[in-house]
Each structure stands twice: as C-alpha cells, then as structure tokens.
T-cell receptor, first 114, second 112 residues
C-alpha cells in the first residue's frame, strides 16, 4: 500500500544534542509537510516543501531545519533540542497544493528531550 | 484568513448513541473542510472532506458531515457510537494553497 512512513516512531535525545527525524512516502506526492503536535493540541505546521521549493512558516524557530533530497524523503533536523521541543512530529504529504488536496499523515515520531 | 472552532474539547456518549462533534469555520473564500481522526500515538487519518460538491459528505466508519454555509458549520455525526470510535477528532479548513488550519480537537469517549 502507498503510504507515509516515519522513522523512528520514538526518539529520545538529550538537551542540546542534534536530532534528525525521517519521513518517506510511496505516494509520489509533490508536497511534504512537517507538523509539531504537543499534548492535547492541534498540529502546528512548521514548514513544507512543494517539490524542491521550501516554505517556512513565519513563527517556526531557526532551531528547526528541513531537507528534501528527493521526492520520496524529507528530514526534520532539530539543531539544539530544548525541553520545549518534546512533542509528536507528524509528516504529511499531498498530491498538490490546491487547497482541496487531502493531506496524508504518517504515524508520527514522538520526541522526548532529557 | 481561515480558522476553525471546535466546540467541546471533550465529548462523552454511550455506546449506540448519536455522535455529534461540532465544527464552525471562518473563511474569506469558499472553504475546503476536512475531518481527521487520531488514535493514541498515531498520525491523523482522513474521515471525510468537503470540496464544494454535495453538502452532505459521507466518510469512513459510518461518519458523515453536512456543510451549512448559512451557519458556517461542518459538524460531524455518526448515528450509533462504537467503542472503537474513541479517539481525538480534528476539523480543518483550507483554501487555496497548502495551509491547513486545524481546530484544537475534540476527544471522544464512548461509554459501554
């Protein structure tokens, strides 16, 4: 089945130690998104790629970076995780950016910062 | 600008009872509306979406939602709750472009 895959499902890191989360998709979608979701809150969009074009949300901290080396993969890099960055990180994809396009979500990576 | 408001952060229903989860939207342009379900420690799964075709939209797992422009609402319903429906439900609105605006979610508890 075509799908969105996130690895690892659970990630533990230390305060200030860089961490990378991975997302891959077999849907061949043009758009890939990264969301941060804290407990009992709505997902918050960090940034997205339309193909190779990177779009950062205005309030996304500089501590968060992303890479999309090819259509299938997208990475979220947290350069110096703080305790406040502990959250579920969701990757999503959509075929296009027309507003009506469904976003398909991966299972998420739960990040713990010690 | 687009936004959604989900009334009721927690809803409890008895098994077999009607499920009604409320969503009101604000949009300066004709909106596209979505309902997603999230089970614990899982990603979001699409239940249904409205894209300006029929105002009554049927989704998976017996859920449906009706788009009411006059009320700016897109409430989610299911005639008979099942234990497996217990989850977090998110309403989202989008217009042109990639941005989804999610509501703060409604946690559904089903009482046996």
């Amino acid at each position: 089945d075509a799908m969105v895959i996130q690895n690892p499902r659970y990630q533990v890191t230390q305060f200030g130690k860089p961490v990378t989360l991975s997302c891959s998709q077999t849907l061949n979608h043009n758009v890939m998104y990264w969301y941060q979701q804290k407990s009992s809150q709505a997902p918050k969009l960090l940034f997205h790629y339309y193909d190779k074009d990177f779009n950062n949300e205005a309030d996304t901290p500089d501590n968060f970076q992303s890479r999309r080396p090819n259509t299938s993969f997208c990475f979220l890099d947290i350069r110096s995780p703080g305790l406040g960055d502990a959250a579920m990180y969701l990757c999503a994809t959509s075929r296009d950016s027309g507003g009506m396009d469904t976003q398909y979500f991966g299972p998420g990576t739960r990040l713990t910062v010690l | 600008a687009q936004s959604v408001t989900q009334l009721g952060s927690h809803v409890s229903v008895s098994e077999g009872a009607l499920v009604l989860l409320r969503c009101n939207y604000s949009s300066s342009v004709p909106p596209y509306l979505f309902w997603y379900v999230q089970y614990p420690n899982q990603g979001l799964q699409l239940l249904l979406k409205y894209t300006s075709a029929a105002t009554l939209v049927k989704g998976i797992n017996g859920f449906e939602a009706e788009f009411k422009k006059s009320e700016t609402s897109f409430h989610l319903t299911k005639p008979s709750a099942h234990m497996s429906d217990a989850a977090e439900y998110f309403c989202a609105v989008s217009a042109s472009g990639n941005q989804f605006y999610f509501g703060t979610g409604t946690s559904l508890t089903v009482i046996p």
